[in-house]
């Protein structure tokens, strides 16, 4: 009895380390998409923060190309800037909120592109 417990134990943790990831459910193809449409703009269209946009801004978008930055950021925690805008987070309030034009979705799609195409990272503990 001891061993099946044991076994249940081990078999559900290791489903829950393996559930995928919300970047790794959302399609990034569609994410770069929605990206190129309302976030090059200010974050440029390889995330560098360099966007034409961005010479208006102070302080100046984040570089989402940036590994080391946005590995210490969950996924949800990039839902949450994008759908909330950054004065949600406590961060700069020229982030605006996208939430009431991109649907929860396509924020996730972003997210994917995001990771896998811009900074290439996942987020480490």
């Known amino acids: 009895?001891?061993?099946?417990?044991?076994?249940?134990?081990?078999?559900?943790?290791?489903?829950?380390?393996?559930?995928?990831?919300?970047?790794?459910?959302?399609?990034?193809?569609?994410?770069?998409?929605?990206?190129?449409?309302?976030?090059?703009?200010?974050?440029?269209?390889?995330?560098?923060?360099?966007?034409?946009?961005?010479a208006a801004l102070d302080p100046k978008p984040r570089d989402l190309s940036s590994a080391a930055l946005l590995e210490g950021y969950t996924d949800e925690y990039l839902v949450n800037v994008i759908a909330n805008g950054g004065a949600a987070v406590g961060k700069s309030p020229a982030m605006p909120p996208w939430a009431g034009v991109v649907s929860p979705e396509d924020i996730e799609n972003v997210v994917a592109h995001i990771r896998q195409n811009l900074c290439k990272c996942e987020y480490k503990k």
């Open 1 to 54: 009895m001891k061993n099946a417990i044991l076994l249940a134990t081990i078999v559900f943790s290791f489903a829950l380390f393996q559930a995928p990831r919300l970047s790794q459910a959302a399609d990034s193809a569609k994410g770069k998409e929605v990206y190129g449409t309302y976030c090059a703009l200010c974050h440029g269209p390889t995330g560098l923060g360099d966007g034409v946009g961005a």
